[in-house]
């Protein structure tokens, strides 16, 4: 069961949604919703049409303000999710922060550092370990620690997972996962037959 219900934000850096972040943002959404919680997307912009099955996901706000207007009287309640940060990210930031903060490009490769455009509103922050991890990834690690209370170190991860495309042809995947009940990297519903049918153009189009 878990614990106190947060807020997870999704800064939507970009003025475009592409079906890989979509798809990322659908997980966040539906998980988020399964532990009580809520999960936010700030500065989408006006003009931005989402999907519908983004639209209509659950404990999904939609908020056209930036995280910094949203809460600028209440900055020491938000932990950015940040690699650069000094610290680590622990069960005790349960009692520290309501409101967990990721920059939306943490799936890139190799990863812009646009995490940086936060961090310099004056958010304090947290690692999430050396690996690069998808933006849904970040999300259920940070889940799991600050509202299951499973320590940083004790979550079950695979690295650069390997995915078979098709019988002749695999993808190594440059992030970290979580690995599932079925020993096998959590991902969003659809990414892998996303990831199979654009296989050939490369990940950058893809988000």
């Known amino acids: 069961m878990a614990a106190t219900a947060k807020t997870y934000i999704v800064e939507h850096l970009d003025p475009e949604l592409g079906p890989w972040s979509s798809l990322e943002y ?3 959404a539906a998980e988020t919703a399964e532990a ?31 995280v910094e207007e ?4 209440e900055k020491d309640g938000v932990c950015l999710l940040d690699p650069a940060a000094p610290s680590e990210l622990c069960v005790e930031d349960a009692a520290l922060f309501d409101v967990f903060l990721f920059g939306g490009i943490l799936g890139d490769d190799p990863p812009r550092d646009r ?7 004056g958010f304090r922050g947290r690692r999430l ?10 999300a259920r690690v940070t889940r799991l620690v600050i509202q299951h209370r499973v320590p940083l170190d004790q979550i079950s991860y695979i690295d650069y997972p390997e995915l078979k495309i098709n019988e002749h042809e695999s993808t190594e995947m ?8 079925n020993g096998k990297p959590i991902m969003p ?11 050939e153009k490369g ?5």
């Not at 809520?38 to 056209?64: H, M, Q, R, T």
């Not at 370990?129 to 970040?138: E, F, H, L, R, S």
């Not at 440059?174 to 009940?181: A, D, L, S």
């Open 115 to 121: 995490t940086a455009e936060l961090r310099q509103k």
């Open 70 to 73: 949203i809460y600028k009287l």
């Open 26 to 28: 659908q997980a966040i």
């Open 36 to 66: 009580g919680s809520k999960f936010c997307l700030s500065s989408v912009p006006k003009s931005l049409e989402l999907p519908k099955e983004l639209e209509n996901a659950p404990a999904l706000l939609i908020e056209n303000r930036s």
């Open 129 to 138: 370990g050396p690996v690069q991890m998808t933006t849904d990834t970040a």
């Open 203 to 207: 990940f950058g189009e893809l988000f």
């Open 174 to 181: 440059p992030f970290r996962y979580v690995v599932g009940e």
């Open 189 to 199: 519903k659809g990414m892998l037959d996303l990831i199979k049918s654009d296989s």
